[in-house]
């Protein structure tokens, strides 16, 4: 027998594409408390080997620090420009519904999110279609 692969019907997105992206979606918060943790700061360089030799390794804490947190810094960036693409006044309910797993109820009831469940989700994933070309 075989198995039907579901897809969205105009986006053309694979369940397994899906869940990638949430997945992806779901390291948001550890991005942000990463990026809080990785706190700028100046160091000086050190050297690895005897200063005489010809092949001194130089590391550059600073320098590292700064790439790590320009990664991080673009996928935060990643995420949110996605979400406000896909609804400009809705976006931080769909952070909080695909990156902290939080559900529609939730943001129904505390919240007090103002549109209905479905109108929601193709919102969420209009969201989903973004971001998956923005990570192509």
Request: with cysteine; net charge positive; glycine share 2%.
């Amino acid at each position: 027998m075989k198995r039907r692969v579901k897809t969205y019907k105009k986006r053309e997105m694979t369940p397994a594409r899906q869940k990638e992206l949430q997945y992806f979606c779901l390291q948001y918060r550890e991005w942000i408390n990463k990026l809080n943790v990785l706190y700028p700061s100046v160091k000086s360089q050190k050297l690895d080997s005897a200063s005489f030799a010809s092949t001194n390794e130089i590391n550059d804490d600073t320098a590292d620090l700064a790439i790590k947190r320009a990664a991080l810094i673009e996928k935060i960036e990643m995420v949110e420009k996605s979400a406000q693409e896909a609804s400009p006044d809705l976006w931080k309910y769909i952070i909080i519904y695909a990156c902290d797993g939080e559900t529609f109820g939730y943001l129904q009831g505390t919240l007090k999110i103002p549109i209905s469940e479905a109108s929601f989700r193709d919102i969420v994933r209009e969201f989903f279609d973004v971001l998956g070309k923005k990570r192509n």
